[in-house]
């Protein structure tokens, strides 16, 4: 097993301060809590359930009368600590919290869905074809994306923090000549891993926290893949239009763009295996063009380039040495699939699939105390079975076990039977 990281709070600074989001209630104004931070604080502290980057609904808090305003404002708090792992229970630190301006974040979704934004290789041309998604940080849409990501490493905060650290020295005015920042991302991995999820996760996290310093921030999605096949033949003068497209949003120093490539290699396809291959010179001008764009791209420092791959080997060495960071997403391992495959079964017990009582205990409290949980122990048998599953497969299993059922409610044990049975399907079907 992969023991967790378990920080001593001794090593705390006297004055503690995490990232708290707090999503405030429609209709709410930043301003109508802003001058309650001591109040908030207070709040916070008395808090007995918090753990770290898990979002907690006001109506699972604990609100004493000189806190009621609290709960006619907020919707969910959430507090964040880079130093500990997800989930770690935050009851022994919360008494030494500290809120200020630059450590608390309110905020409010955009419930608008995305924008397609059209594309067409020439201005005189009717065919056009949707070019990219335009979302509006933060969104409905990638709400509890971050929280419901497991993985066995320390990625998420990583990323985040690399991500924050990459825009505060463009906004430092460091001189690019010197210190080299593209603000280019790259996570690779194989498919279903959740490296897209990620890329969404990190930015509407990023939009939260920097709302101060950015009045409004934007994710546009291209799906490589799926546009440039379209165009094969002019996929570097959509690759232009595209970048034109980003470059014009950016403008406005005031909004934070990330752009987000999924699936890479369709553009940045390594040019000495399509020379080798004797592919189209399409695919190699397609590569020339993506390059240039991030070169270009980089003088704007409100722009954050985020791309995924399931093929490393594919793409072009000039691609990945222009990227500040390049990330490893694997498969999960049984720590991570336990996790996962317990946040499924409380889903279910939730909405009244899954009957009982007994209650799931973290891969922590189950190393501590086997004998206390024997569905505990079953669940990380199961988890061990479902090793080589990718991430976005064990999430397929509760739907696939509740079609098993018969539409009927289960208990704990039966629940657990069925998910060995999809399990086994599942890793059957993989072979």
């Known amino acids: ?52 980057w898990i979002p907690m609904l006001m109506q699972d808090l604990v609100v004493i009368d000189e806190h009621k305003c609290f709960a006619e404002l907020i919707q969910s708090i959430m507090v964040g600590c880079m130093n500990y792992s997800d989930a770690y229970p935050l009851d022994d630190i919360l008494d030494k919290i500290s809120l200020c301006d630059q450590n608390v974040h309110f905020y409010k979704l955009h419930c608008d869905g995305a ?19 335009l979302w509006e940080l933060p969104c409905m849409e990638f709400e509890n994306l971050w929280e419901n990501l497991i993985y066995d490493t320390d990625v998420k905060n990583e990323l985040m923090s690399y991500v924050h650290a990459l825009i505060q020295l463009s906004d430092k005015g460091a001189d690019m000549k010197v210190i080299n920042v593209n603000r280019l991302i790259i996570l690779l991995g194989p498919p279903g891993t959740g490296k897209t999820t990620l890329c969404r996760g990190v930015a509407q996290h990023l939009s939260i926290r920097l709302n101060a310093r950015f009045s409004t921030s934007v994710m546009v999605e291209i799906n490589s893949h799926s546009l440039f096949s379209k ?10 239009k595209m970048f034109d497209q980003i470059d014009e949003m950016a403008e406005d120093g005031k909004c934070l763009v990330f752009v987000l490539i999924d699936e890479v290699e369709s553009l940045g396809m390594s040019r000495d295996a399509s020379t080798s291959r004797g592919d189209p010179a399409d695919s190699i001008r397609a590569v020339n063009a993506l390059l240039t764009q991030i070169d270009r791209i980089r003088r704007r420092p409100n722009v954050i380039v985020l791309c995924t791959s399931n093929l490393e080997d594919c793409l072009d060495r000039a691609l990945l ?16 699939l336990y996790s996962i495959l317990a946040k499924c079964i409380e889903e279910l017990i939730r909405i009244g699939v899954v009957g009982t009582d007994e209650r799931l205990p973290s891969i922590r409290e189950l190393k501590d105390q086997e004998t206390l949980y024997p569905a505990g122990c079953e669940l990380l048998e199961l988890a061990k079975l479902a090793q080589g599953l990718s991430g976005r497969s064990i999430r397929q299993v509760p739907a696939l076990a509740w079609s098993k059922a018969d539409g009927e409610s289960v208990t704990l044990q039966a629940c657990l039977s069925l998910f060995k049975e999809a399990i086994l399907e599942k890793a059957e079907r993989c072979k």
């Not at 023991?3 to 104004?29: C, D």
């Open 1 to 52: 097993m992969i023991p967790e990281r378990e920080e001593s709070t001794e090593r705390l600074p006297r004055k503690f301060r995490p990232q708290v989001e707090v999503h405030l209630k429609k209709g709410v104004a930043k301003s109508q809590l802003e001058g309650k931070l001591p109040e908030l604080e207070a709040f916070i502290k008395k808090q007995k359930s918090l753990r770290n």
């Open 115 to 133: 924008m397609s934004q059209s594309l067409s290789v020439d201005e005189n041309s009717d065919e056009n074809a949707m070019g990219s998604l």
């Open 231 to 240: 165009w094969f033949s002019e996929s570097g003068k959509l690759v232009l």
């Open 321 to 336: 040495d222009r990227a500040d960071v390049v990330k490893h997403v694997g498969q999960p391992s049984a720590v991570a």
